[in-house]
């Protein structure tokens, strides 16, 4: 399984980003999907993830309200609609998945490259 994430960059602080990310080869397994981020000198953190089929979705609480993830799995995507961001938004954003979110959490699973969010203030 490959994970390509795009649409990273720079935004003012209150502004919006979409990330994106495609996910290829043996994708049947990948009942998780969703987003993980890591700033300078922090830990990597749980963002929000979906699940499929159903379409639950989890977020952390820092963005609830102003984060919305999606999936399209006919195209085998997810998205992650970012509004109202903040500097504290500002890290490396990580497209992640896999067959449970425990098993995300604990770093397993599949994982792009990351994307780089900075939000200016």
């Known amino acids: 399984v490959q994970l390509q994430a795009s649409g990273g960059g720079l935004v003012q602080a209150g502004g919006s980003l979409r990330l994106s990310c495609a996910a290829s080869?043996?994708?049947?397994?990948?009942?998780?999907m969703g987003w993980f981020r890591q700033a300078p000198g922090k830990e990597r953190e749980f963002v929000a993830t979906?699940?499929?089929?159903?379409?639950?979705?989890r977020y952390a609480d820092s963005v609830k309200g102003r984060f919305t993830i999606s999936r399209d799995n006919a195209k085998n995507t997810v998205s992650l609609q970012m509004n109202s961001l903040k500097s504290e938004d500002t890290a490396i954003y990580y497209c992640?998945?896999?067959?449970?979110?425990?098993?995300?959490?604990?770093?397993?699973?599949?994982w792009g490259r990351g994307t780089q969010v900075t939000v200016s203030s």
């Open positions: 992640a998945a896999g067959s449970n979110m425990m098993v995300l959490t604990s770093g397993g699973g599949y």
């Open positions: 080869g043996r994708t049947f397994s990948l009942y998780v």
């Open positions: 979906i699940n499929w089929p159903g379409g639950s979705t």
